[in-house]
């Protein structure tokens, strides 16, 4: 539920007692914070530097950027729909585990997969192993394969861990929006093939628009991946020119060019989702037709496929790796991440959720509140580089200017108060995932209905006790929920936490980073399987809330 879905909906106020736009207009100021530093930083002298990154790097980084994106787009949309399609539609051998399993490959990070790819499809990965047995070669140049260290190797991989993110809003839209439309089609005679093309499609446009255009926005945010693989993206560029050229104006410049990218991308969803007179609202279930014969082989195929490429393979391949060094368990710099990795996303979790409440209780009814609100959602649809390079600005500006009046005054050095501690992580990590607890509140705001907070106000309850005694005991699962999905996502977090985690700190997404870009990649097993283990239980419990409030709803309307 990032900022693509939700942010529309920031303008629409459910807050009963919701008398000011300033809780909203604060959160939207630190939000916009690094984003003012890093226009700030940008204005640097960086002539030498950017010289050289204008007519050499810039343009290949901006040419591999937008034909990775466009990779990623296109496959990501194909895989989505056709297996929402399938699963909404059909109903052949394995569909009930299937449209379960396909959400699972969202919990590994694409980092982790584009590792698992190396060592699944390398030179000595089992695959061309096989081929080699089977051949009989001995060299590469004696056969052709794939070579996975490039830009379409790289679109594979992204795209078969973040096509859900297309798959389920375009399932939810082929089940329960389009079923009337799709039913009555049926119903006309129109047939299977016909009725997906010029039906279901153009009613699921705007969800597929949103689940391609954050997928790309996660492939622009990547680090790991691209570079494992060889791809030199934008986002890469960024991290490279800050550390390897020592131009941090010249990263800046670079991340500016990257926030045209962001804005393109929210640009081309809008225009996708604005006409929206096809758009079709009810609750008619849409009836799943039995498939038997090749046609329920095909679908189990097609819908398989997915699942074992994007998390079977990476699971059999850190499986293998761990059970490899089985003495990492016993590693305590290991023990050390995992724990530094758990407080940094619960309190990144607890901090969205009080920024998510926040601008929930603000007037967003005004053309201010509703401003406020949008723009303090923005995180979401900033990369992790391009965020960090002007949070690093802003914090350690502020930090330097707090020791330099203590010490004028008091005679007190504060030192580096937050840029030197875990707190600029905690700040950065609130801003990006901020709309993804704001979704779940709002989502469960959505469910309260007004007269349970007029009768609590008309019983003599004032707007604070009413907010306290009535909606936060209501809103406690949808808090719980936004607090679990920014703790994961928090957990996957690789880039901003590769720039401004401080000296000594590791969590396990740099533990795996640092291990696989030193050619230990088995050492990092572990903590790849721990944080995926962890995405895997909140999609599971997130699937769960789900289909109770599918029944719910469902027992709502049957009354």
Request: some cysteine; charged content about 15%; aromatic content about 8%.
């Amino acid at each position: 539920m990032p900022f693509l879905r939700h942010a529309a909906s920031a303008t629409r106020s459910r807050g009963i007692g919701s008398h000011s736009a300033v809780p909203a207009a604060i959160v939207a100021a630190f939000v916009l914070l690094p984003i003012g530093a890093l226009l700030i930083l940008s204005l640097g002298d960086s002539s030498d530097v950017w010289r050289h990154l204008y007519t050499t790097v810039l343009p290949r980084s901006l040419s591999t950027t937008a034909l990775l994106l466009a990779g990623v787009g296109a496959v990501t949309l194909a895989i989505g729909t056709m297996t929402a399609w399938l699963i909404s539609r059909y109903r052949f051998f394995g569909s009930d585990i299937l449209s379960w399993l396909l959400v699972m490959p969202l919990s590994i990070p694409t980092y982790v997969a584009a590792y698992c790819a190396i060592e699944a499809f390398g030179f000595t990965g089992p695959f061309q192993e096989t081929v080699r047995w089977l051949g009989g070669y001995r060299a590469p140049s004696e056969y052709w394969f794939p070579e996975i260290r490039s830009i379409p190797g790289a679109v594979v991989t992204m795209s078969l861990v973040l096509y859900p993110y297309v798959y389920l809003p375009c399932r939810l839209a082929f089940s329960r929006q389009a079923g009337a439309a799709i039913e009555s089609a049926r119903l006309l005679g129109a047939g299977n093939l016909r009725v997906f093309a010029r039906i279901a499609l153009p009613l699921a446009r705007p969800a597929a628009a949103a689940g391609v255009t954050l997928a790309m926005l996660e492939t622009l945010n990547d680090i790991g991946a691209v570079e494992i693989l060889g791809v030199r993206s934008l986002s890469f560029t960024i991290y490279d020119t800050w550390l390897n050229r020592s131009s941090l104006a010249g990263a800046a410049q670079i991340a500016c060019v990257t926030l045209l990218f962001v804005a393109l991308l929210i640009w081309a969803e809008r225009v996708l989702r604005r006409d929206r007179r096809y758009a079709v609202r009810g609750t008619v279930e849409l009836v799943k037709l039995p498939l038997a014969g090749a046609g329920n082989v095909l679908a189990f195929v097609a819908c398989a496929a997915p699942v074992v490429l994007g998390l079977g393979v990476p699971l059999a391949i850190l499986v293998r790796a761990a059970l490899h060094r089985l003495d990492a368990l016993s590693d305590y710099a290991l023990a050390e991440a995992a724990t530094n990795s758990l407080i940094f996303a619960a309190a990144t979790g607890v901090m969205a959720v009080a920024c998510g409440l926040a601008i929930a209780k603000s007037d967003t009814k005004s053309a201010t509140g509703s401003l406020a609100a949008r723009l303090a959602l923005l995180g979401y649809a900033l990369p992790g580089s391009v965020l960090a390079i002007g949070m690093l600005y802003a914090v350690t500006t502020f930090d330097n200017k707090l020791d330099a009046i203590m010490r004028s005054w008091a005679g007190l050095s504060t030192g580096l108060l937050i840029s030197g501690t875990v707190l600029i992580l905690i700040y950065a990590a609130t801003v990006r995932f901020l709309s993804v607890a704001y979704g779940a509140i709002d989502t469960g705001r959505a469910g309260i209905g007004e007269h349970v907070i007029w009768a609590s106000r008309a019983l003599g309850r004032s707007a604070a006790r009413t907010a306290i005694s009535v909606e936060l005991p209501l809103l406690a699962r949808a808090m719980a929920a936004g607090a679990l999905l920014v703790f994961v996502d928090t957990m996957k977090e690789l880039p901003a936490t590769l720039i401004l985690r401080p000296f000594g700190f590791s969590t396990l997404a740099t533990v795996i980073y640092e291990k696989a870009s030193q050619g230990r990649f088995e050492e990092g097993a572990f903590a790849a399987l721990f944080i995926i283990a962890i995405g895997a239980a909140a999609l599971l419990a997130m699937g769960g809330v789900w289909a109770r409030f599918e029944a719910g709803q469902k027992e709502r309307a049957g009354q």
